[in-house]
T-cell receptor
Framework: AQSVTQLGSHVSVSEGALVLLRCNYS??????LFWYVQYPNQGLQLLLK??????LVKGINGFEAEFKKSETSFHLTKPSAHMSDAAEYFC?????????????FGKGTKLSVKP | KAGVTQTPRYLIKTRGQQVTLSCSPI?????VSWYQQTPGQGLQFLFE???????NKGNFPGRFSGRQFSNSRSEMNVSTLELGDSALYLC????????????????FGQGTRLTVV
């Protein structure tokens, strides 16, 4: 079975500071990995995805993530936080075999940005 | 292009009742998935439909069911509602060609917030 662990349910940074949200996955096969963002009372929006091409993936709003197979990690970073980045972030991995169509999500990390 | 549309946005039901939620995918998308989001359990996969056929199902009781119509619109139904069914139900659509294993991007609707009292 596949699983995703997001370290830290809450992360707080100052505006302009580095954002680092951690995601580790467990998978017996090469995974596809995703980061989604959710604003209050909204659905999920895709930030970026890794699908076995480049290990450093650039996404929207200045976010990027690096796939590290040796560490089974896919951490999300942004060099300089903006107030508008305050939201909840979810890391997800695809299922295997017959469950290719579903996403397995981590518990989420709520990002707060202080002025 | 219109996004994924879920109706209604908010719903209040009484324990024991049943409820039907609707999802209209992005035009051209034939795959529709449903997720339940709760503070305790997070985001959990319910089921996926492709071309009117259920392809995958998550670990939920039989009270949760769904279907997909020929125009790719999907509905999910929950019978005999329990207090624990209170959640945000999210629908996602994606473009997939047949049975390929590609991880097509899933586009999410804004969700239906169901409250069971």
């Amino acid at each position: 079975a596949q699983s995703v662990t997001q370290l830290g349910s809450h992360v707080s940074v100052s505006e302009g500071a580095l954002v680092l949200l951690r995601c580790n996955y467990s998978s017996s096969v090469p995974p596809y990995l995703f980061w989604y963002v959710q604003y209050p009372n909204q659905g999920l929006q895709l930030l970026l995805k890794y699908t076995s091409a480049a290990t450093l993936v650039k996404g929207i709003n200045g976010f990027e993530a690096e796939f590290k197979k040796s560490e089974t990690s896919f951490h999300l970073t942004k060099p300089s936080a903006h107030m508008s980045d305050a939201a909840e972030y979810f890391c997800a991995v695809t299922g295997v075999g017959g469950s290719q169509g579903n996403l397995i999500f981590g518990k989420g990390t709520k990002l707060s940005v202080k002025p | 292009k219109a996004g994924v549309t879920q109706t209604p946005r908010y719903l209040i039901k009484t324990r024991g009742q049943q409820v039907t939620l609707s999802c209209s995918p992005i035009s051209g998308h034939r795959s529709v998935s449903w997720y339940q989001q709760t503070p305790g359990q997070g985001l959990q996969f319910l089921f996926e439909y492709f071309s009117e056929t259920q392809r995958n199902k998550g670990n939920f009781p039989g009270r949760f069911s769904g279907r997909q119509f020929s125009n790719s619109r999907s509905e999910m139904n929950v019978s005999t509602l329990e207090l624990g069914d209170s959640a945000l139900y999210l629908c996602a659509s994606s473009f997939k060609k047949g049975q390929t294993k590609t991880a097509a991007e899933a586009f999410f609707g804004q969700g239906t917030r169901l409250t069971v009292v």
